[in-house]
């Protein structure tokens, strides 16, 4: 806080400063291992969930925004009860198998409301965020999704992740699984644990299971196999599980290798960023791999609610005999949510930093000292409780704010509906958070006193977009921080010290009936200035300044000069008024603490024209 006073004008000039039974399980997670998908959020869940769904609670996403979800649940085949996980990676869903039953089948509807519309959430899909163990099998996902009708952009599922992870044996089957020992040899070796990319191009062909070591042929050990062949295709042993595509040639049998284009184009790897908008629908299959491979991510970007339908296709399985479409064992799905920002917020308050003090009150006594201003509150440079907002004053938002001239972005003009309350909504593309960003605020002349500084920088944070509390303080005139108070005692030039015991200092004028003293030319008039911050902010910088009568100027009579003793000389300035001169005395730039005083003398000497008979100088 920084001050130049006078006796006359005491001016501050700026401020430094969610049919089948449910297994309920709420689990927080956070000191799981966790799956290969990463940031979906972190998730709570109601102890009852809403009415329809069969999950409800919180999330905040990983950049902050927040928001409720629900989970629905549609049709279902296969599964006979389904529990939940939640935590700081999304809500996982358990599918529990039933065994009884094959061509394995559920459907959610996983629904999100963000708690505002300043950023946009996509939900996202993966396998398990939480599970250390178990795996998934090959499956048919359908996603329906709609559009969050609050944000005017196109909804959009987008594969952002299919690393290729190591494949689950047994779960896929060895038409994927097995490798030839070379481009050329007749054997093959299975359980080849070959990284793949797990999501795939849907197509209407069929998936085949099979183990190597269940066709015709001869196992050489060492997982080698070296298959029989009957006209020139291969056939599954008898009472083996397992079906093999048609014309299954010892060259094409395996996808790797194979001739034949429908094999070799079937269920292609999805490639990162294929994407869907505009609300429609998106098919993929998914291989099998174990939960804590999988890494895997759909996202759908402005989406309220997406429906997936996970349908297990595999044709044969290695836990029944023939042919039964679907595994039917425990399956795992996990939904999340993240955000990116639309804009930038920056809000605050323009108020009256009173502490509570009527200003009525003040402006009857403007140089009250103690008493109601002991208020911690006033004068604070802090927006607290019982302070309201004002109007009038221009707020803007800046960049380039290290310069003498700042670029203003958005400027608003604060009216007495806004309480005092501001808000700037800026798109992203306009702020370059590397730039001086800052906001300004003035022109406030119903309160014209400052208690914060008027240019505040804003200090940016990674994957923060909302800053709050940006406020600016102001109080009216009379409850200015800096109070001064003027005595003054008669002397006849000779005393030695200006705190002398002998010196009566008063604030009434001297020839008032209070003290009775009658000056005459050539006597001495000592001063006392008490300057006394009754804020809570430090003055860091003040100049304590009076000018000294000059006979013929503002009505003087004399001429009055600086004379001995003098009292604290460092403290003031260089330019102050000399010894023997008239002019202004002026200290140096000086800082007073919140809620202290100080005191400064000086002496002066009349002139021989005429005797003071107004109110001090």
């Known amino acids: 806080m920084n001050y130049r006073s006078s006796f006359i004008t005491n001016s501050i000039k700026s401020l430094s400063f969610t049919k089948y039974p449910l297994v309920f399980i709420i689990a927080i997670a956070s000191f799981q291992v966790l799956a290969a998908p990463s940031n979906f959020g972190t998730f709570t869940r109601d102890l009852s969930p809403e009415a329809g769904s069969i999950a409800s609670g919180r999330y905040t996403t990983p950049t902050g925004a927040t928001g409720r979800y629900t989970v629905s649940a549609g049709a279902s085949n296969g599964y006979s009860g389904r529990s939940f996980t939640v935590g700081n990676n999304g809500i996982e869903i358990r599918n529990d198998a039933n065994t009884d039953i094959a061509n394995d089948?559920?459907?959610?509807?996983?629904?999100?409301?963000?708690?505002?519309?300043?950023?946009?959430?996509?939900?996202?899909?993966?396998?398990?965020?939480?599970?250390?163990?178990?795996?998934?099998?090959?499956?048919?996902?359908t996603l329906a999704f709609t559009k969050n009708s609050q944000i005017n952009t196109p909804a959009e599922a987008t594969v952002k992740n299919n690393s290729a992870v190591p494949l689950y044996y047994e779960a896929m089957g060895d038409y994927f699984m097995g490798r030839r020992e070379s481009p050329t040899s007749n054997t093959f070796r299975y359980d080849v644990d070959t990284p793949e990319p797990q999501l795939r191009s849907n197509s209407d062909n069929k998936l085949y299971f099979y183990r190597l070591d269940f066709l015709n042929g001869t196992n050489l050990g060492s997982n080698r196999f070296r298959p029989s062949t009957t006209n020139n295709e291969v056939r599954i042993r008898n009472n083996a599980s397992g079906f093999l595509p048609s014309s299954a040639t010892f060259t094409n049998i395996l996808k790797s290798t194979s001739t034949s284009p429908n094999n070799q184009s079937t269920f292609s790897p999805l490639a990162v960023g294929t994407s869907t908008s505009n609300n429609k629908n998106i098919q993929y299959v998914s291989y099998g791999m174990a939960n804590t491979d999988s890494s895997y991510v759909v996202a759908l970007r402005n989406a309220s609610s997406v429906t997936l339908t996970y349908e297990g296709i595999m044709n044969g399985s290695n836990a029944f005999e023939g042919e039964k479409v679907g595994e039917t064992f425990n399956e795992w799905i996990s939904f999340g949510v993240e955000s990116e920002p639309l804009n930038y917020i920056f809000s605050g308050t323009v108020y009256n930093d009173n502490g509570g003090i009527d200003d009525q009150f003040a402006t009857k006594n403007p140089d009250t000292i103690g008493g109601i201003y002991n208020n911690n509150q006033y004068f604070n440079g802090v927006f607290d409780r019982n302070e309201s907002g004002i109007a009038s004053s221009k707020v803007s938002l800046a960049n380039n704010c290290n310069r003498s001239k700042p670029t203003i972005i958005a400027t608003q003009t604060i009216t007495p509906a806004d309480a005092g309350a501001y808000?700037?909504?800026?798109?992203?593309?306009?702020?370059?958070?590397?730039?001086?960003?800052?906001?300004?605020?003035?022109?406030?002349?119903?309160?014209?006193?400052?208690?914060?500084?008027?240019?505040?920088?804003?200090?940016?944070?990674?994957?923060?977009?909302?800053?709050?509390?940006?406020?600016?303080?102001?109080?009216?005139?009379?409850?200015?921080?800096?109070?001064?108070?003027?005595?003054?005692?008669?002397?006849?030039?000779?005393?030695?010290?200006?705190?002398?015991?002998?010196?009566?200092?008063?604030?009434?004028?001297?020839?008032?009936?209070?003290?009775?003293?009658?000056?005459?030319?050539?006597?001495?008039?000592?001063?006392?200035?008490?300057?006394?911050n009754r804020a809570n902010r430090n003055i860091t910088s003040f100049v304590m300044q009076d000018k000294l009568q000059k006979l013929g100027e503002k009505g003087a009579t004399v001429t009055s000069k600086l004379v001995e003793p003098r009292f604290n000389a460092i403290d003031y300035a260089g330019d102050s008024a000399a010894i023997g001169d008239n002019g202004t005395v002026k200290t140096k730039s000086l800082a007073l603490s919140a809620r202290t005083s100080r005191i400064f003398y000086f002496n002066t000497q009349y002139g021989s024209t005429q005797a003071l008979t107004g109110s001090s100088p």
Request: with cysteine; charged share 15%; glycine share 4%.
């Open 423 to 532: 808000n700037f909504t800026i798109p992203i593309s306009t702020i370059n958070t590397s730039n001086s960003i800052c906001v300004i605020e003035e022109d406030n002349n119903n309160y014209p006193i400052r208690t914060t500084s008027a240019i505040q920088i804003i200090s940016f944070i990674p994957n923060q977009y909302l800053y709050e509390n940006i406020n600016f303080g102001r109080v009216i005139e009379a409850n200015k921080a800096l109070v001064l108070e003027k005595e003054q005692a008669a002397n006849d030039c000779s005393i030695t010290s200006l705190t002398d015991p002998s010196l009566t200092y008063s604030k009434n004028p001297l020839n008032s009936s209070e003290t009775g003293v009658s000056v005459s030319p050539g006597m001495c008039i000592a001063y006392k200035i008490t300057a006394t």
């Open 105 to 141: 089948k559920f459907t959610y509807t996983f629904a999100i409301t963000p708690t505002n519309n300043t950023a946009i959430h996509t939900i996202k899909i993966g396998q398990a965020s939480y599970a250390a163990d178990g795996n998934s099998e090959v499956a048919r996902h």
